[in-house]
């Protein structure tokens, strides 16, 4: 069993779990402050950590709160990051300065990883994942998620890339930094709102005990790179790639035209599409995160058996 980072506060629940080894799926907080409104960001996150309990697992939700990083939140927190405007957006390259500063930060994909491994975290929920946006050959605006996927070991359960990337970049540059990146029961790596992209999946897993099988295999080697599983989300609740592509096109040209860009380009995207589909993307949002939180939190269950309890 992994000990936890000095500098990090569990709550009980999730200290207990990992001392004895059980299951535990940690959880972002951008989603929360930055990725929906309120008060729809805290129904999903509390119904997500309901969804993690049901499947026999301990969510932590991780952030940092008054300049301590935290694993494991309460309903007042969850409250604060749904509602406070001195919440601020926090990549790794944000953390050390909210920390010192004694703020508020909520953790993106990269930072949630880092913080959930210093815990000793292996699995991970979110609902997408960053990588390399369009039009990166001139901005060179590339998610810091992909080089935090090539260097931490914690499997990160999402629906694919963000639909507002370029995709086929984002597969490339994976596959150069060495992360297996896992398509859930299908050959069609998914693109967040759909469940087809246009690209192929690198590989392919059909149950959550092959995915744990996979982790304890590439950990058990030394690799230090995580995995990347991407999770289709519902049939049922999707938009289609030829729907949702006309949109998000239009979102990308408005943010262009408004000089948008950097940490505010993403929220701002999510917020303009939720927009022009009069709230549809937010429903197939939610939908897809709680989709990723059964499937994270059965992979949890398999990989805590499997090691016998070690992390």
Do not use: C
């Given at each position: 069993?992994?000990?936890?980072?000095?500098?990090?506060?569990?709550?009980?629940?999730?200290?207990?779990?990992?001392?004895?080894?059980?299951?535990?799926?940690?959880?972002?907080?951008?989603?929360?402050?930055?990725?929906?409104?309120?008060?729809?960001?805290?129904?999903?996150?509390?119904?997500?950590?309901?969804?993690?309990?049901?499947?026999?697992?301990?969510?932590?939700?991780?952030?940092?709160?008054?300049?301590?990083?935290?694993?494991?939140?309460?309903?007042?927190?969850?409250e604060l990051l749904a509602t406070s405007p001195e919440v601020g957006k926090a990549s790794l390259r944000d953390l050390a300065h909210v920390m010192a500063r004694g703020g508020h930060g909520?953790?993106?994909?990269?930072?949630?990883?880092?913080?959930?491994?210093?815990?000793?975290?292996?699995?991970?929920?979110?609902?997408?994942?960053?990588?390399?946006?369009?039009?990166?050959?001139?901005?060179?605006?590339?998610?810091?998620?992909?080089?935090?996927?090539?260097?931490?070991?914690?499997?990160?359960?999402?629906?694919?890339?963000?639909?507002?990337?370029d995709i086929g970049l984002t597969l490339e540059r994976l596959e150069t930094l060495g992360v297996p990146v896992i398509t859930y029961g299908t050959d069609d790596f998914p693109a967040f709102?759909?469940?087809?992209?246009?690209?192929?999946?690198?590989?392919?897993?059909?149950?959550?005990?092959?995915?744990?099988?996979?982790?304890?295999?590439?950990?058990?080697?030394?690799?230090?790179?995580?995995?990347?599983?991407?999770?289709?989300?519902?049939?049922?609740?999707?938009?289609?790639?030829?729907?949702?592509?006309?949109?998000?096109?239009?979102?990308?040209?408005?943010?262009?035209?408004?000089?948008?860009?950097?940490?505010?380009?993403?929220?701002?995207?999510?917020?303009?599409?939720?927009?022009?589909t009069a709230g549809e993307s937010l429903r197939t949002n939610i939908a897809l995160v709680r989709n990723n939180a059964r499937l994270g939190a059965r992979i949890a269950v398999h990989y805590?058996?499997?090691?016998?309890?070690?992390?």
């Amino acid at each position: 069993m992994a000990t936890p980072h000095p500098r990090l506060t569990l709550t009980e629940e999730v200290a207990r779990a990992l001392r004895d080894g059980l299951p535990v799926v940690a959880l972002e907080s951008t989603i929360i402050s930055h990725g929906m409104p309120y008060p729809q960001n805290v129904e999903m996150a509390t119904g997500v950590e309901e969804i993690i309990r049901a499947e026999g697992a301990v969510p932590a939700t991780i952030a940092v709160l008054h300049g301590t990083p935290r694993a494991g939140l309460d309903r007042a927190d969850l409250e604060l990051l749904a509602t406070s405007p001195e919440v601020g957006k926090a990549s790794l390259r944000d953390l050390a300065h909210v920390m010192a500063r004694g703020g508020h930060g909520a953790t993106t994909v990269a930072s949630t990883m880092r913080l959930a491994a210093l815990a000793g975290i292996r699995v991970f929920v979110t609902g997408g994942i960053g990588g390399v946006h369009r039009g990166a050959e001139r901005s060179f605006d590339i998610s810091a998620d992909l080089t935090e996927l090539a260097t931490t070991p914690v499997a990160v359960v999402s629906a694919g890339a963000k639909s507002v990337l370029d995709i086929g970049l984002t597969l490339e540059r994976l596959e150069t930094l060495g992360v297996p990146v896992i398509t859930y029961g299908t050959d069609d790596f998914p693109a967040f709102y759909s469940r087809v992209s246009g690209f192929r999946s690198p590989l392919r897993a059909d149950s959550p005990e092959e995915i744990a099988a996979v982790m304890r295999a590439q950990w058990g080697l030394g690799m230090t790179a995580g995995l990347s599983i991407a999770n289709p989300v519902p049939e049922a609740e999707e938009i289609p790639a030829e729907r949702i592509d006309g949109i998000i096109e239009r979102a990308l040209a408005e943010m262009a035209e408004a000089g948008i860009g950097g940490k505010e380009a993403t929220p701002y995207l999510l917020r303009r599409i939720t927009e022009l589909t009069a709230g549809e993307s937010l429903r197939t949002n939610i939908a897809l995160v709680r989709n990723n939180a059964r499937l994270g939190a059965r992979i949890a269950v398999h990989y805590a058996a499997g090691t016998d309890g070690e992390s």
